[in-house]
C-alpha cells in the first residue's frame, strides 16, 4: 500500500483511539469514525456524517477503509490513507447536498 506524502500527520492519539473503537466495535465502526471526522472537518464541526444521507460515495468509502484496516492494521500511515479516502468521499457527499466546498474559503 502506498501512502500518500502530503497528508498531514496523524496523531498517536487519534490512533489509539481508532485502534479502540475496532478492538470494542470492529473495522466498520472505525471507518465509519474516520468519515465522521471527515464531514466535521470540511464543515467546521457543523455536520457530522449522520446528517447527512446515504449516499453511495460514503458506503463506498467506507468498505474500502475497512479493508484497509482489515488488510494493514490501524497505525498512523493507514488512517492516513483512510483520511484522504474519507476526505474525497466527504467532498462527493457535500457537492451532491449543494454544499460549495471550494468558494466558502474563498470568501
Not at 498531514?8 to 492519539?13: L, M, Y
Not at 472537518?41 to 460514503?58: E, F, I, W
Request: hydrophobic share 45%.
Amino acid at each position: 500500500m502506498e501512502t500518500k506524502t502530503n497528508a498531514p500527520a496523524v496523531s498517536p492519539e487519534i490512533v489509539a483511539k481508532l485502534q479502540d473503537i475496532a478492538a470494542r466495535k470492529g473495522n466498520r465502526a472505525a471507518a465509519f469514525a474516520v468519515l465522521n471526522g471527515a464531514t466535521k472537518r470540511a464543515t467546521g464541526g457543523a455536520l457530522s456524517l449522520a446528517d447527512l444521507p446515504d449516499l453511495p460515495c460514503a458506503m463506498y468509502a467506507a468498505d474500502e477503509i475497512e479493508g484497509i484496516f482489515q488488510a494493514h492494521g490501524i497505525h498512523a500511515h493507514t488512517v492516513a490513507d483512510a483520511r484522504e479516502l474519507a476526505a474525497d468521499a466527504v467532498a462527493e457527499l457535500l457537492a451532491e447536498e449543494g454544499f460549495d466546498l471550494e468558494s466558502e474559503g474563498n470568501e
